[in-house]
C-alpha cells in the first residue's frame, strides 16, 4: 500500500533531507565547490602538523618533540639542566621576550614551558632537579613582578 501526498500530514511534493539506505541525504546540495575544497585543505595541512609536531622522532619521545620544536619558545639548550634556578628563570624569560613565534604574552609562555617539562617527567624526576625548577618558578614570577603563588 503507497501513501499519496495528502496522507503524509506536512508533505509538500518536494524530496525530503532523511538519509536514504547509502547514508546520503536527498534534496541537499553537497559542499564541492572550491571555498569547501580550500576549507578541507587546510584542516588536513593543520591536521598533518599537528601529528608531525606530536609523533615520536627515532627513539624520542613526543614530549621531547614538543620541548625542542615547541611554536612557543626557542630555548637554550640544556637550560632544564642547570643548577641555579635564577639562571633557569632569566634564560626562560630570555627565550619567552625574544620568541617571535609564541602565542601568549612571555610570562605565560615560558612559566607553561617549565610547568610542562615538571609535569612530563613526573617520578622520574630527582627530587633536588625538582625542587631547583619548582623554585625556577618562584624567581620566574619574581622577574615579572607577579604575586607569590599562594600554597
Given amino acids: 500500500m503507497t501513501r499519496r501526498a495528502s496522507q503524509n500530514p506536512g508533505h509538500d511534493g518536494r524530496p525530503s533531507a532523511e538519509p536514504t539506505a547509502a547514508g546520503s541525504t536527498r534534496g541537499q546540495r553537497s559542499r564541492t565547490g572550491p571555498r569547501a575544497t580550500a576549507q578541507k585543505r587546510e584542516t588536513q595541512k593543520r591536521e598533518t602538523q599537528k601529528a608531525r609536531l606530536h609523533a615520536p622522532e627515532a627513539g624520542g619521545r613526543w614530549s621531547a618533540a614538543v620541548t625542542h620544536g615547541s611554536d612557543a619558545l626557542d630555548l637554550r639548550p640544556g637550560v632544564f639542566t ?46 633536588k632537579t625538582r625542587r631547583t625548577l619548582e623554585q625556577a618558578k618562584v624567581e620566574l614570577r619574581r622577574l615579572y613582578g607577579r604575586p607569590a603563588h599562594p600554597r
Fill in 82 to 127: 642547570l643548577e641555579d634556578p635564577k639562571a633557569i628563570a632569566r634564560s626562560l624569560k630570555a627565550s619567552a621576550e625574544e620568541s617571535t613565534r609564541r602565542k601568549a604574552e612571555p610570562y605565560r609562555s615560558a612559566m607553561s614551558m617549565l610547568t610542562f617539562f615538571i609535569n612530563r617527567a613526573g617520578s622520574n624526576l630527582e627530587p
